[in-house]
C-alpha cells in the first residue's frame, strides 16, 4: 500500500483512477478531419454576391467576371476575346457549320441579332487600323 502511495504525483494518478488495461482514455477517439473538396469551395466562392461598382446591384463573382471578361473582349483585348470564345463553346453558344470551301468544321457564335456581332467586329477592326496607320 505504501508503494501505491509513493508513486502517485503528476502524471502518475492513483490506482483505482488509473486507465483499465486495454481500454482508451478517448473511446471515440479525435474526430475526423473531413477533406476540403476543392470544386465546391470553389463553385461556392463564384455564387457569393457582391455589390458591383459600376452598375450599382448585386450579382454573383461568375457573373461579374464574365461582364470584366466580355468587356475585355469588346476592347479588342484578344487574350480575353479567345477566352470568351472559348467559355461560348463550352456553354454551347457556338454552332458548329460545314465550311463550304474545305468541307471543315468551323464554329459560328449565336448572337442575338447580327447588329451585336458586326459592332464588335467593327469596332476591333477599326482600332487596330488606326493603331497601325
Given at each position: 500500500?505504501?508503494?501505491d502511495?509513493?508513486?502517485?504525483?503528476?502524471?502518475?494518478?492513483?490506482?483505482?483512477?488509473?486507465?483499465?488495461?486495454?481500454?482508451?482514455?478517448?473511446?471515440?477517439?479525435?474526430?475526423?478531419?473531413?477533406?476540403?473538396?476543392?470544386?465546391?469551395?470553389?463553385?461556392?466562392?463564384?455564387?457569393?454576391?457582391?455589390?458591383?461598382?459600376?452598375?450599382?446591384?448585386?450579382?454573383?463573382?461568375?457573373?461579374?467576371?464574365?461582364?470584366?471578361?466580355?468587356?475585355?473582349?469588346?476592347?479588342?483585348?484578344?487574350?480575353?476575346?479567345?477566352?470568351f470564345?472559348?467559355?461560348?463553346?463550352?456553354?454551347?453558344?457556338?454552332?458548329?457549320?460545314?465550311?463550304?470551301?474545305?468541307?471543315?468544321?468551323?464554329?459560328?457564335?449565336?448572337?442575338?441579332?447580327?447588329?451585336?456581332?458586326d459592332?464588335?467586329?467593327?469596332?476591333?477592326?477599326?482600332?487596330?487600323?488606326?493603331?497601325?496607320?
Amino acid at each position: 500500500m505504501t508503494d501505491d502511495i509513493d508513486n502517485v504525483g503528476y502524471g502518475k494518478p492513483p490506482r483505482k483512477h488509473q486507465f483499465e488495461k486495454g481500454r482508451s482514455g478517448n473511446p471515440r477517439g479525435r474526430p475526423k478531419q473531413v477533406p476540403i473538396n476543392l470544386l465546391t469551395s470553389f463553385t461556392d466562392m463564384l455564387d457569393e454576391t457582391v455589390a458591383s461598382r459600376n452598375a450599382g446591384k448585386v450579382m454573383s463573382n461568375r457573373e461579374l467576371m464574365m461582364r470584366t471578361l466580355f468587356a475585355q473582349a469588346a476592347e479588342c483585348n484578344q487574350r480575353a476575346f479567345s477566352r470568351f470564345l472559348k467559355l461560348a463553346r463550352k456553354a454551347g453558344l457556338m454552332k458548329e457549320l460545314p465550311n463550304p470551301y474545305t468541307g471543315n468544321v468551323y464554329s459560328e457564335l449565336e448572337f442575338s441579332t447580327e447588329q451585336d456581332m458586326d459592332e464588335i467586329t467593327d469596332g476591333c477592326w477599326s482600332r487596330t487600323r488606326t493603331k497601325a496607320g
